[in-house]
């Protein structure tokens, strides 16, 4: 299964100790949303990447290929179901091939909230780790 990560699993550090049956593949990018910030983590102290849909604009990330046996302990990493639902979608890739893949979203609505200085830290790491900035 292949899993599009935009938040925090964008670092490879960060996911290697999350699933390290996860195995990095290539970067990719989701047309018509934006990334925003929500909810509220008690690890991080504050909000959590999430996606919001808005039509021309895009979210970078990058695609991880997830081994079957991988996949329950990723979803529990992720607070499967309980605090987010996978969905499927479709991301493009730099050479403008189109590639399905699921990935996770908050499970319910919550208002945006600022993400803490580590958390943003982790994310800016996971650009460099994919080559996006």
């Not at 990719?28 to 919001?52: D, E, I, N």
């Not at 309980?82 to 479709?90: D, F, R, T, Y």
Request: hydrophobic fraction near 40%; charge should be positive; include cysteine.
């Amino acid at each position: 299964m292949l899993f599009f990560a935009y938040g925090a699993a964008l670092s490879r550090r960060y996911m290697a100790e999350r699933c390290p049956g996860c195995k990095p593949k290539v970067s990719a990018a989701l047309p018509h949303y934006q990334l925003s910030f929500t909810g509220w983590s008690r690890v991080f102290r504050g909000g959590t990447a999430s996606l919001k849909p808005l039509r021309g604009s895009q979210v970078k990330g990058g695609i991880y290929e997830v081994p079957e046996a991988w996949l329950k302990k990723l979803d529990a990493a992720e607070g499967f179901p309980a605090q987010n639902a996978k969905i499927n979608l479709v991301v493009n890739t730099e050479t403008g091939e189109s590639i399905s893949c699921f990935t996770y979203v908050p499970a319910h609505q919550t208002a945006e909230s600022k993400p803490a200085p580590e958390y943003l830290a982790i994310l800016q790491q996971g650009y460099r780790d994919w080559g996006l900035v």
